[in-house]
């Protein structure tokens, strides 16, 4: 009997070891696993990143346009001419949702009247109104966004009145050389990009607004920095020799761009886009390397467990 006990005993102490011995490498694959979550949350840019990026400027250096590019993630940019002022043209109705959609004292279903002086041509939206017809904010902010509508703008900036959107644009950094004469006005690559930054942190906020913001922006029309399957919500703007389209790329590890161009009588669907396809690659490669740097990283960290466990 005392036998029996004896190896029961045994039995159970051995058990208790194995899932003891089973948990502490459970913890041990955690922490591995930590590591390469924590690796790759880290801001990164590898030296081939930084040479590519070279190359990419030195491919255009005689080209006039205007670019800012910053990962969100990783906390690098490309730019150029990043402080030369370029007429935004339609860009401004993009700083108007924004104001619009932050500000939480507005509501949506307001409705403005459209006055005779309000009348702009490339009005797809509005075309379906006369003037003296009353349309909600939310209405407005659609056709200004998703059709950049002149008239929704016109009465949109009416709305919210010049000084109030200088006021603003000024908290978010930005110099918009907007006016009583100027609607539209000029701003810099780089003021491009902070207006898109703060368009990405509203609609972070995941809210009704934000979400409706992000459904507008996230269109066809004109949109010349997606490619293939490769989709950035945007904001274009096109006047004359100028056309720009700025837009998020809200993948896993977002980034923003904003490129300005003089090709408005060029064929600037392909000259913007292939801009875009390089500012991705130089991107997407960056990512690889940082996969692999974390990977091998982790690695290292693993084995180096496996050695102290043993000893």
């Known amino acids: ?90 860009l401004i109705k993009l700083l108007e949702a924004v104001y619009i959609l932050d500000n939480n004292k507005i509501d949506l279903n307001t409705k403005l009247v459209y006055q005779p002086y309000n009348q702009k041509r490339n009005s797809l939206g509005m075309d379906k109104y006369l003037p003296g017809s009353e349309i909600t904010i939310q209405e407005l902010i659609t056709y200004a966004i998703e059709v950049s509508d002149n008239t929704a703008h ?36 780089k003021d491009c990009n902070k207006l898109l930054k703060t368009t ?4 972070l906020k995941n809210n009704e607004k934000s979400v409706l913001l992000k459904e507008l922006m996230n269109n066809p029309y004109y949109n010349t920095l997606s490619f293939n399957n490769i989709t950035l919500i945007h904001k274009y703007g096109y006047y004359d020799m100028n056309y720009n389209d700025i837009g998020i790329y809200l993948g896993e590890y977002p980034y923003t761009l904003s490129i300005l161009t003089y090709y408005g009588k060029d064929n600037y669907t392909k000259q913007v886009q292939t801009i875009s396809q390089e500012i991705y690659d130089i991107y997407k490669d960056n990512l690889i390397e940082k996969e692999n740097y974390c990977n091998l990283t982790n690695k290292k960290l693993y084995y180096n467990q496996i050695a102290e466990h043993k000893n």
């Open 200 to 203: 990405y942190q509203l609609i």
């Open 1 to 90: 009997m005392k036998k029996i006990l004896f190896i029961l005993i045994l039995i159970t102490i051995t058990i208790l070891f194995i899932k003891r011995q089973d948990l502490t490498g459970q913890r041990k694959e955690i922490q591995v696993l930590d590591f390469y979550k924590d690796c790759m949350s880290k801001p990164f840019q590898s030296e081939s990143t930084k040479q590519n990026i070279q190359s990419f400027l030195t491919k255009y250096q005689n080209d006039s346009f205007g670019l800012y590019f910053e990962d969100l993630v990783n906390q690098y940019t490309i730019s150029k001419n990043a402080d030369k002022s370029y007429y935004g043209a339609s």
């Open 154 to 189: 016109e009465i949109l900036f009416n709305y919210i009145g010049l000084e109030t959107l200088q006021n603003y644009s000024l908290t978010l950094g930005i110099n918009w050389s907007i006016s009583e004469i100027d609607h539209y006005g000029s701003l810099t690559p």
